[in-house]
């Protein structure tokens, strides 16, 4: 099995840019979450999805950050325009949802450094 | 200003000894809960699971420990080893929310 698989692993990209990560869940699964991941912060939850639609968003931390799901095997994080303090490992996880039992696996992350 | 980072507790333990790490959550509603580790470069993994109708479970080198009355979570590592040495995080199901995590360091 692929995993779940994230694009880019690294993106460097300067203030004001539009930085857009990419997602793809293991097949078959129905959950799918957006991580961001600092030292001042730890790990945070930013939004998830089940079914494709978006659940739960209050951890998305500001409007110039967006989440879409257009299907159930591709979902995109984009942040327009980018800031400095957005530099963080950005982590997407898929689970299958099955009553209240979700392990989540988690992809590889996307390292982004903003300037 | 003075900015503070994420102080997460920190574990050092001797190469083959047993670890513990603790964890305690706050909702007495959650009944799933998941220990994950995140090595180095890498993202969280699952662990081990237990359910609110169990108080133990075991896997390889693993136990997790639960305790609803005063609603704590513990991880055994047996026989710790290098590769041991990650980032561990507990998480309940009725919010997903990680906790701060515990850094598992290990002595030669």
């Known amino acids: 099995d692929a995993g779940v698989i994230q694009s880019p692993r690294h993106e460097v990209t300067e203030m004001g840019q539009e930085v857009t990560l990419r997602c793809k869940p293991i097949?078959?699964?129905?959950?799918l979450f957006w991580y961001r991941q600092t030292m001042m912060r730890g790990l945070e939850l930013l939004i998830y999805?089940?079914?494709?639609?978006?659940?739960?968003d209050s951890g998305m931390p500001e409007d110039r950050f967006s989440a879409k799901m257009p299907n159930a095997s591709f979902s995109t994080l984009k942040i327009q325009p980018s800031e400095p303090r957005d530099s963080a490992v950005y982590f997407c996880?898929?689970?299958?949802?099955?009553?209240?039992?979700?392990?989540?696996?988690f992809g590889p992350g996307t390292r982004l450094t903003v300037l | 200003g003075e900015s503070v980072g994420l102080h997460l507790p920190t574990l050092s333990v001797q190469e083959g000894d047993n670890s513990i790490i603790n964890c305690a959550y706050s909702?007495?509603?959650?009944?799933?809960f998941i220990w994950y580790k995140q090595e180095s470069g890498k993202g969280p993994q699952f662990i081990i699971d237990?359910?609110?109708?169990?108080d133990k479970r075991q896997g390889q080198r693993v136990t997790v420990l639960l305790n609803k009355t005063v609603k704590h979570l513990s991880l055994q590592i047996a026989a710790t080893q290098p590769g041991d040495s990650a980032v561990y995080f507990c998480?309940?199901?009725?919010?997903?929310?990680f906790g701060s995590g515990t850094r598992l360091s290990i002595r030669p």
């Open positions: 909702n007495s509603a959650s009944d799933y």
């Open positions: 998480a309940e199901n009725s919010k997903i929310i």
């Open positions: 996880a898929s689970s299958i949802l099955q009553g209240m039992y979700n392990e989540q696996f």
């Open positions: 237990i359910r609110s109708n169990m």
């Open positions: 999805f089940n079914n494709n639609v978006p659940i739960d």
């Open positions: 097949s078959g699964h129905n959950s």
